[in-house]
């Protein structure tokens, strides 16, 4: 019944979203929840760029070295690419992959890059979900791994803990996370103080660690040790993870009050507390066994591990609601099928529950810390993802820069081939941990993009099939008016294709032989903007013979509710009272067929992915005791 527009379309004028709220209270819940994933990368970077799946022996030109490339780093991969240029790149306030694919194929209409686009822009969701699976893992138990500072007889209580705190997360979902965000931003500040101070203290016994702020360290150590280098880049990564979702907050906070927290927060914090553990290093080189927690004295240890599961609770929780998110935009662009979502929250649009997303990620996240077992071994695993969405995100950059902002040639290539010289880089660095744990994003991100393509394109097939067979408005008109017997109401038939009759409506009047006296034709599209403005909600057609042909537009960020809709719209297609309309719903059967289509075991698959979609009445909100389901049959 949804219908997805093209690339490129027109359409109405939609609304621009921006966040509700002032600048100082966004800005304090950005710094809860956009940088929880990034602020708890010092539990593990440093310590993975030298014990980790590459050990590389700790000398002061190393940790000056690896220092330099993560500052510069944060300055040309979150700072410039992200904070200043990412941020303008808006879908009317949303951001994110899907939002930035949305905005591109609308601008880019008939263009040879455009398939080729869309399939990275799927695939960088694809292995958005692999970083989903990782981030809880690894975060949580690596900060519950820090009571082996404490007491190594600690040590193997710490996966139980961990498991104990992944179930509860993950239980507490579909509570909603309202009450529990409000305490997200002072926790989260009370975190980075807490970074900053420990990094200070730490920098004042060895102010020449700021020698590592100079580019020349980094670009020395690459040059002395190139291997060792080249190697220690796939860990040194792991403190940029979650940059990509300041731009995927982007429609929930809006782009200053994130800059704002970057800028004076985040950035400073983070930096500090890396220049403090690599002055440790300079002093005690076997601190490397866990510099983060070894910045603070042992009195301070076990508050400083509370603070730290405390954040990475709450990076966890950043990540879960963000593939809540993801994954409603992907059923509202026809990506994915139809699943069951509830909201939380009756004031926050954003807090919403998507049950069956919610369980795979936490049997996954289970999995992964009983398969793993401690946080390096999961640093492993980790990078791929995130560096592959990072490079597919400069590729959509460029076409940004060059095709729709036009920038000069003499800014936008240079910016560019800076950007995806240190984004391919750092990809290439982390695929020689495939065989190590890498495969398990990968085999994620494969899993999951077939998937999508699979679905996007049976929906593709079978709308082809219903309109090849569906009979012209025409013919039906002049056919229904000769003798047909009308009867009170409203009938609102639901279908894809915005032409044509709908199969249930035939079916229905050929067993049945009634019609209603006002039959609405109704067809929901999905725009490529994440909202649109309830007066172009609605557009209505007249057919004839009480016929009318009713357009309902939902923006890729909006649930979609019918009823309210229609009502919304009374004055155009009629009364549409509860008890006088009834909806008529198709429910279709796959069946495979020789027909050039896509391969058997694809539309096997199709099939199955249709049988077990939420059903239609539940997703447009219809009321359950005014619905009448028609079966059909479809080969593709």
């Given amino acids: ?110 263009k040879r890059w455009t398939a080729g686009l869309t399939i990275l822009g799927v695939f960088a969701t694809a292995l958005f979900f692999g970083d989903a699976m990782i981030t809880p893992a690894i975060s949580v138990l690596s900060a519950v791994e820090g009571v082996q500072t404490i007491n190594a007889d600690f040590l193997p209580f710490a996966m139980p803990t961990a498991l104990a705190i992944i179930v509860l997360l993950f239980a507490v979902q579909r509570h909603g996370t309202t009450k529990v965000g409000a305490v997200f931003g002072p926790i989260m500040l009370l975190y980075f103080a807490v970074l900053t101070a420990l990094g200070l203290l730490s920098v004042i016994e060895r102010p020449d660690v700021l020698r590592a702020l100079s580019p020349l360290w980094g670009l020395r150590f690459i040059v002395d040790d190139p291997w060792f280098a080249f190697l220690a880049l796939g860990s040194i990564v792991l403190a940029v993870t979650g940059a990509e979702a300041l731009y995927a907050d982007l429609g929930h906070y809006g782009a200053k009050p994130i800059r704002l927290a970057w800028l004076l927060v985040a950035f400073p914090a983070l930096m500090t507390n890396y220049l403090g553990q690599g002055a440790l290093l300079l002093r005690s080189p076997e601190a490397v066994e866990n ?11 076990l508050p400083l591990i509370l603070l730290a599961v405390a954040a990475t609770v709450i990076a966890s929780q950043a990540v879960i609601t963000g593939a809540f998110s993801v994954v409603r935009q992907a059923v509202q662009l026809g990506l994915v099928p139809r699943l069951t979502i509830r909201h939380t929250s009756t004031t926050a649009e954003g807090q919403i529950f998507v049950p069956a997303i919610n369980w795979l990620l936490c049997l996954s996240v289970i999995a992964l810390v009983v398969v793993f077992k401690n946080s390096s071994n999961l640093a492993s695993a980790y990078g791929i993802a995130v560096t592959g969405t990072m490079a597919i995100t400069t590729l959509m950059l460029a076409v940004l820069l060059t095709q729709h902002w036009q920038w000069p040639r003499w800014v936008s290539w240079p910016l560019i081939a800076v950007l995806g010289v240190v984004d391919l880089t750092y990809f290439a660095s982390n ?39 569906a009979m012209p408005v025409e013919v039906f008109v002049k056919s229904v008016g000769k003798g047909v017997h009308r009867i009170r109401g409203t009938a609102v038939y639901l279908t894809s294709a915005a032409a044509g009759i709908p199969p249930a409506l035939l079916h229905n009047l050929k067993h049945n032989q009634v019609l209603h006296e006002t039959v609405l034709l109704t067809t929901v599209k999905v725009m490529d903007v994440p909202f649109v403005d309830e007066a172009n909600r609605v557009s209505v057609e007249e057919l004839g013979a009480g016929l009318k042909r009713v357009i309902v537009r939902y923006g890729f960020s909006e649930d979609p509710d019918i009823p309210a809709a229609l009502d919304g719209a009374a004055d155009r297609v009629g009364s549409c009272k509860a008890m006088t309309t009834s909806y008529f719903l198709s429910r279709q059967t796959i069946l495979s067929s020789a027909r050039p289509g896509m391969a058997r075991w694809r539309e096997r698959l199709f099939g199955w992915m249709m049988r077990n979609s939420a059903t239609a009445m539940d997703f447009f909100k219809l009321p359950p005791n005014r619905v009448v389901e028609l079966g059909s049959q479809v080969a593709i």
Avoid: C
């Fill in 291 to 301: 510099p983060f927690y070894l910045l603070a004295g042992e009195e301070w240890r």
């Fill in 1 to 110: 019944m949804t219908e997805s527009t093209a690339a490129g379309s027109t359409g109405p004028t939609v609304d621009a979203h921006a966040p509700r709220g002032s600048t100082p209270l966004l800005t304090l819940g950005a710094i809860g929840v956009v940088f929880g994933d990034i602020g708890t990368s010092p539990l593990y970077a440093l310590k993975e760029s030298f014990i980790g799946h590459h050990p590389m022996p700790v000398s002061e030109e190393r940790v000056l070295g690896v220092l330099s490339i993560v500052f510069w780093t944060f300055m040309l991969v979150v700072t410039l690419k992200y904070v200043f240029i990412m941020m303008r790149a808006d879908n009317k306030g949303e951001g994110g992959s899907l939002a930035l694919l949305a905005l591109l194929s609308r601008h880019g209409e008939k």
């Fill in 431 to 469: 695929l020689t941990k495939l065989f190590d744990g890498g495969w398990f994003p990968v085999i994620v991100a494969l899993i999951a993009f077939t998937l999508l393509t699979t679905w996007a394109k049976g929906r593709q097939l079978v709308r082809a099939q219903q309109e090849e067979a």
